[in-house]
Structure formats: structure tokens, C-alpha cells
């Protein structure tokens, strides 16, 4: 009877398995990171309602949808994997159907699978499972420092170096970058979804623990503590540095936002900054004695309100104490002037020289002039040195060149007044009356 009862379980087990399944998710609440996908039947339409729940069929179809990713496990082995939107077809499945693919080689393979299974009572001895992962944005993960964390202050400007400790309260969001590590390292094979309570406390544990690290990179940007709310790229970027060896390359989790509510540094370190940034102030002697005077002014007012030893004594006791000093606020003024005078000037980008007025010449004493004489000396203009230009590139007034000796070409020709000797800048074109003399040009001042 067992062996009748083992041959009857194992053919009626695998030809109730010969459908094709239909395996879904619906979505993904924002509190579940895994969950194991569901094969579709209607009690009322489908006659695939004796199938083994870890059984998928060869040629089943998953559906996948946007911010899911789909593995299929088989013997607990990742087998396969699609993190792409739409319809996938298993068609590598180990377990045959002859609704899918050639029909003489499933037979052959369906008849294989009865006698494997024959020979462990009729029951599959196989496990096959479908789980989606949720690899959305997972936000709304609030994270506060239970205690003061260690914060390097750095300002160049004031030669400011020194650790306070300040404490931050926020949010931030992680995403699902690598789900087959997730599932190795992680989840394994769960039953029916695995939540993110399961492992949100570890990870904020470990992200308490990464600030400090994360924040002595950030001090080494010069970002200081009170500006982090709007650098927060660059925390997400310093944590997810920090923690890659074990959210990344562990769990296959990455930090995707970070956001800052509050930065809140001790009374003390508060007041000690603000103290030396003041300090450092007073270095510049323009504002130690803007400072001076300041304190001087009110010591006045207070002083001509004394009643109890009169105004004359207060007025006296604080000139005792100025002389004390050993420093006024005109020496403090007048230093400030020396260092701004041997400051060196910033040297200004030279301009393209300005192109030269048409009319202006330069006198052989250096002035540049625009009229006919020098205005520092009285020198008279110099005769322009216009003419006719060689074929060699030499300029010329006679009718030879004084480079090559050739002859002046014709139809070129230069005038000069002939009763004062008067030339015009350009010789070729004359005005109709000297300007000196005022004759007539005409033929006879051809040259």
C-alpha cells in the first residue's frame, strides 16, 4: 500500500504542478523591506489549486514593478534576479511543464521528475521561492545624540583649532542598493516578509557610532557646526564613506538622505568661541581702536553719572587708568595706518592700451600733444612722413624709393605748396588753399 500510495502522490503531485503560475506582490508597505511573492489563483476559475506553494514551473511569469526587485531562490540559491519593471519569464526552472517549451523533451522530463520524487514518498524534495524587495526610499528614520559628540572648529581666518562637543537630532533615509547581498547577509530565507524594526536599531546604533568620524571630515571642509542643516550632501556623502564596509559591501544598504533638525554646541563652548573670535578682532589695530574709543565713550557717560565721589574724581581716576594702559587710540589708529601703507597694492589687470587719437604726437621731450606745438616745451609738430609706399614696403617722399631705387609708379601724385612749402599729411590728397600761405593748389604743386 506505500508503495502504491508513494507512486500515486508522486504523479498526481506532478502533473497538478505542470501549470504555469502567475506569482505577484502587491505593494510594499513603507515598513516592510522583503516579502515572499504570492501566486495568483481564483477558487472560482483557476483549476491550478493543488499545487505545492514552493513550487514554480517552468515558464511561470513574475510580475515586477517600479521600486521592486525580484529573486528567485531554488534549494535556497539565488538562481535568478530582475530588478526591471514589467513581465518576467522563468523559463530555467528545474521543475518541467508540458504547457511550455518542446513537448516531447517535457514528458521525458516530467516522467524523470516522478520517479525522483517516487523515491522520496511522493513529496517534492524541492523548494522554490520568489521574494520581492522593497528598494524605494526608506525614510523616516530619526536619530538624535544621546550624548555630546566630539566636533573639530577650524577657522583659518583667526587661526581657531579646537574640539567642543554639540549635540544633533534629525532624519534620514536609506535605500536597498544590493538586494542579493541583503538576503545572504540579512534576511535569508524568511516565511512570509521581513520589517525594518527587525534591523533599524542596529543600524542606528552604527550611525551614533560613524558621526564622530563622519563629523571630523566634515570640520576638515570648514564647515562649521552651526552651518551642517545646510551641508547635509556632505554629511550623507562622509557617513556613507565611513559606513560602506558595513551597510554597502555587508548588508547591500546605502545611505540616500540626511537630514539635520538641530546643532546644538554647550553653553561654554559657545562662549568661549564667541570669545575668541572677538580676540582675534582686536588683532587689527583699526578695530581695537574703534574698540577703545568705544569703551572710552561709555566710561565718560558712566563717570559723569558717578554721584558717590563726583563726576571730577571719576573723570580723573579714568584718565589715571588710560595712562596706565600705556596705549591711546591715536597710537592704535596710526598703526593701522603704517600696515595698510606697506600692505602691498593689489596689482590692478592691465588694460588693453587705449588706441591713440588721430591728431596726437609725441614731443621729442616726452609730452604727448595734440596741437602743432608742445605744450612743455613749444617745439614745433613734426612733418608726418607720408608719401608713397614701395612695392619693398618702404615709405617715400621723392620719386625714387631710398630702399630699392625704384621709380615712383605713375598716378600717384604728391603735393607740396609751392610758394611756403607747406605738405599735407597725406600728400596725395590736397586741400584747396594752404592753411600756411593760402595759395592755391593746382598742377604747379605737384611733386
Same mark, same amino acid.
Given at each position: 500500500?506505500?508503495?502504491?500510495?508513494?507512486?500515486?502522490?508522486?504523479?498526481?503531485?506532478?502533473?497538478?504542478?505542470?501549470?504555469?503560475?502567475?506569482?505577484?506582490?502587491?505593494?510594499?508597505?513603507?515598513?516592510?523591506?522583503?516579502?515572499?511573492?504570492?501566486?495568483?489563483?481564483?477558487?472560482?476559475?483557476?483549476?491550478?489549486?493543488?499545487?505545492?506553494?514552493?513550487?514554480?514551473?517552468?515558464?511561470?511569469?513574475?510580475?515586477?514593478?517600479?521600486?521592486?526587485?525580484?529573486?528567485?531562490?531554488?534549494?535556497?540559491?539565488?538562481?535568478?534576479? =530582475?530588478?526591471?519593471?514589467?513581465?518576467?519569464?522563468?523559463?530555467?526552472?528545474?521543475?518541467?511543464?508540458?504547457?511550455?517549451?518542446?513537448?516531447?523533451?517535457?514528458?521525458?522530463?516530467?516522467?524523470?521528475?516522478?520517479?525522483?520524487?517516487?523515491?522520496?514518498?511522493?513529496? @517534492?524534495?524541492?523548494?522554490?521561492?520568489?521574494?520581492?524587495?522593497?528598494? /524605494?526610499?526608506?525614510?523616516?528614520? /530619526?536619530?538624535?545624540?544621546?550624548?555630546?559628540?566630539?566636533?573639530?572648529?577650524?577657522?583659518?581666518?583667526?587661526?581657531?583649532?579646537?574640539?567642543?562637543?554639540?549635540?544633533?537630532?534629525?532624519?534620514?533615509?536609506?535605500?536597498?542598493?544590493?538586494?542579493?547581498?541583503?538576503?545572504?547577509?540579512?534576511?535569508?530565507?524568511?516565511?512570509?516578509?521581513?520589517?525594518?524594526?527587525?534591523?533599524?536599531?542596529?543600524?542606528?546604533?552604527?550611525?551614533?557610532?560613524?558621526?564622530?568620524?563622519?563629523?571630523?571630515?566634515?570640520? @576638515?571642509?570648514?564647515?562649521?557646526?552651526?552651518?551642517?542643516?545646510?551641508?547635509?550632501?556632505?554629511?550623507?556623502?562622509? *557617513?556613507?564613506?565611513?559606513?560602506?564596509?558595513?551597510?554597502?559591501?555587508?548588508?547591500?544598504?546605502?545611505?540616500?538622505?540626511?537630514?539635520?533638525?538641530?546643532?546644538?554646541?554647550?553653553?561654554?563652548?559657545?562662549?568661549?568661541?564667541?570669545?575668541?573670535?572677538?580676540?582675534?578682532?582686536?588683532?587689527?589695530?583699526?578695530?581695537?581702536?574703534?574698540?577703545?574709543?568705544?569703551?572710552?565713550?561709555?566710561?565718560?557717560?558712566?563717570?559723569?553719572?558717578?554721584?558717590?565721589?563726583?563726576?571730577?574724581?571719576?573723570?580723573?581716576?579714568?584718565?589715571?587708568?588710560?595712562?596706565?594702559?600705556?596705549?591711546?587710540?591715536?597710537?592704535?589708529?596710526?598703526?593701522?595706518?603704517?600696515?595698510?601703507?606697506?600692505?602691498?597694492?593689489?596689482?590692478?589687470?592691465?588694460?588693453?592700451?587705449?588706441?591713440?587719437?588721430?591728431?596726437?604726437?609725441?614731443?621729442?621731450?616726452?609730452?604727448?600733444?595734440?596741437?602743432?606745438?608742445?605744450?612743455?616745451?613749444?617745439?614745433?609738430?613734426?612733418?608726418?612722413?607720408?608719401?608713397?609706399?614701395?612695392?619693398?614696403?618702404?615709405?617715400? *617722399?621723392?620719386?625714387?624709393?631710398?630702399? =630699392?631705387?625704384?621709380?615712383?609708379?605713375?598716378?600717384?601724385?604728391?603735393?607740396?605748396?609751392?610758394?611756403?612749402?607747406?605738405?599735407?599729411?597725406?600728400?596725395?590728397?590736397?586741400?584747396?588753399?594752404?592753411?600756411?600761405?593760402?595759395?592755391?593748389?593746382?598742377?604747379?604743386?605737384?611733386?
Amino acid at each position: 500500500m506505500g508503495l502504491i500510495k508513494a507512486i500515486t502522490g508522486a504523479a498526481g503531485g506532478v502533473l497538478a504542478d505542470q501549470w504555469r503560475e502567475y506569482i505577484y506582490c502587491e505593494s510594499i508597505d513603507a515598513d516592510i523591506l522583503v516579502v515572499k511573492g504570492s501566486k495568483r489563483t481564483s477558487s472560482k476559475r483557476s483549476t491550478n489549486t493543488k499545487a505545492e506553494d514552493n513550487i514554480i514551473s517552468n515558464g511561470s511569469i513574475v510580475a515586477v514593478n517600479e521600486g521592486q526587485c525580484m529573486i528567485i531562490v531554488e534549494q535556497g540559491k539565488v538562481v535568478d534576479l =530582475c530588478a526591471e519593471a514589467g513581465e518576467f519569464v522563468y523559463d530555467t526552472s528545474t521543475e518541467p511543464s508540458i504547457f511550455f517549451g518542446n513537448l516531447g523533451e517535457n514528458l521525458k522530463n516530467t516522467f524523470s521528475t516522478i520517479g525522483k520524487r517516487f523515491t522520496f514518498g511522493g513529496d @517534492t524534495a524541492k523548494d522554490q521561492r520568489v521574494y520581492f524587495f522593497n528598494t /524605494k526610499e526608506i525614510m523616516g528614520n /530619526k536619530y538624535g545624540t544621546p550624548n555630546p559628540v566630539p566636533f573639530r572648529v577650524v577657522d583659518n581666518n583667526i587661526g581657531l583649532d579646537i574640539d567642543i562637543a554639540i549635540r544633533c537630532h534629525g532624519e534620514y533615509s536609506y535605500k536597498i542598493v544590493d538586494p542579493m547581498l541583503f538576503y545572504t547577509n540579512v534576511c535569508g530565507n524568511v516565511t512570509e516578509e521581513y520589517e525594518r524594526s527587525n534591523i533599524d536599531g542596529q543600524l542606528k546604533s552604527e550611525l551614533m557610532t560613524a558621526l564622530q568620524p563622519a563629523f571630523a571630515k566634515i570640520s @576638515t571642509m570648514g564647515i562649521r557646526y552651526s552651518a551642517l542643516p545646510g551641508h547635509t550632501m556632505e554629511m550623507a556623502d562622509a *557617513l556613507n564613506e565611513v559606513l560602506s564596509e558595513k551597510w554597502t559591501k555587508l548588508r547591500g544598504i546605502a545611505i540616500a538622505s540626511m537630514g539635520v533638525s538641530s546643532v546644538k554646541a554647550s553653553d561654554e563652548d559657545e562662549a568661549l568661541i564667541k570669545e575668541l573670535q572677538k580676540n582675534a578682532v582686536l588683532r587689527n589695530p583699526n578695530m581695537a581702536a574703534a574698540t577703545l574709543v568705544g569703551a572710552q565713550a561709555q566710561a565718560m557717560q558712566d563717570a559723569a553719572k558717578n554721584e558717590s565721589t563726583g563726576p571730577m574724581m571719576a573723570f580723573a581716576g579714568m584718565n589715571m587708568a588710560n595712562m596706565a594702559g600705556g596705549m591711546n587710540a591715536n597710537n592704535l589708529f596710526a598703526m593701522g595706518q603704517q600696515q595698510q601703507q606697506a600692505a602691498p597694492a593689489a596689482v590692478p589687470t592691465p588694460a588693453a592700451p587705449a588706441a591713440p587719437a588721430a591728431d596726437e604726437w609725441k614731443c621729442a621731450c616726452g609730452a604727448v600733444n595734440t596741437g602743432k606745438f608742445c605744450m612743455d616745451c613749444g617745439a614745433k609738430k613734426p612733418e608726418a612722413a607720408a608719401g608713397w609706399t614701395c612695392a619693398c614696403g618702404a615709405v617715400n *617722399l621723392g620719386r625714387f624709393c631710398s630702399e =630699392c631705387g625704384a621709380k615712383k609708379p605713375e598716378g600717384v601724385p604728391v603735393y607740396k605748396c609751392d610758394k611756403c612749402g607747406w605738405e599735407p599729411e597725406d600728400k596725395s590728397v590736397p586741400p584747396k588753399f594752404c592753411p600756411e600761405c593760402g595759395d592755391i593748389f593746382d598742377d604747379n604743386d605737384k611733386q
